[in-house]
T-cell receptor, first 113, second 114 residues
Framework: EAQVTQNPRYLITVTGKKLTVTCSQN?????MSWYRQDPGLGLRQIYY???????DKGDVPEGYKVSRKEKRNFPLILESPSPNQTSLYFC????????????FGPGTRLTVT | KNQVEQSPQSLIILEGKNCTLQ??????????LRWYKQDTGRGPVSLTI?????NTKSNGRYTATLDADTKQSSLHITASQLSDSASYIC?????????????FGAGTILRVKS
């Protein structure tokens, strides 16, 4: 089944403790992206990747890192999480930049205390 | 500034009724417009994608319209069902030298009551 998977789905952590949220897709898509979703603000792009070893900042990249060493994986790294990074995170992939349909993962709910 | 505004913020309708959701955008230069459905606690799922030359696109009971001159789009839901209860997100893609940039609306929360 074609899908985007994220792990973990739920995470509660403390300020400053490094964490990684994994994202994997099995559709051989070139384009992958990370978003955060907060009430009333809609989805905001954190980082995106046009292909392996090609990544770029989205609208809200501060406090996040990403890497794209393989086509299928696009992990999101929070080196020193802070409470304002408490949010719902989505990974998405598509065959290319646009106008291709984006496929979203199930989401990761992160709470930083 | 590229922006996407959706209205209403929320809407409650009775099962079987029709409804229309609105999306106004100031994104330029325009590439395409998408409507997504997001069930609570799940990732968005694409309903339609429309390019500049398309002014209507249907997906089952969902029909999206696009007026590129007035920069408005609407999503019409016919004969609503309880399973239509979700957030509906309008997304506009802007062309740039670095690729296409997606601009997301905040969404309209639809609740269908029996």
């Amino acid at each position: 089944e074609a899908q985007v998977t994220q792990n973990p789905r739920y995470l509660i952590t403390v300020t400053g403790k490094k964490l990684t949220v994994t994202c994997s897709q099995n559709m051989n898509h070139e384009y992958m992206s990370w978003y955060r979703q907060d009430p009333g603000l809609g989805l905001r792009q954190i980082y995106y990747s046009m292909n392996v070893e090609v990544t770029d900042k989205g609208d809200v990249p501060e406090g996040y890192k990403v890497s794209r060493k393989e086509k299928r994986n696009f992990p999101l790294i929070l080196e020193s999480p802070s409470p304002n990074q408490t949010s719902l995170y989505f990974c998405a992939s598509s065959p290319g930049d646009s106008p291709y349909e984006q496929y979203f993962g199930p989401g990761t709910r992160l709470t930083v205390t | 500034k590229n922006q996407v505004e959706q209205s209403p913020q929320s809407l409650i309708i009775l099962e079987g009724k029709n409804c229309t959701l609105q999306c106004n955008y100031t994104v330029s230069p325009f590439s395409n417009l998408r409507w997504y459905k997001q069930d609570t606690g799940r990732g968005p799922v694409s309903l339609t994608i429309m390019t500049f030359s398309e002014n209507t696109k249907s997906n089952g009971r969902y029909t999206a319209t696009l007026d590129a001159d007035t920069k408005q789009s609407s999503l019409h839901i016919t004969a609503s069902q309880l399973s239509d209860s979700a957030s509906y997100i309008c997304v506009v893609s802007a062309r740039s030298e670095y690729g296409n940039k997606l601009v997301f609306g905040a969404g309209t929360i639809l609740r269908v009551k029996s």
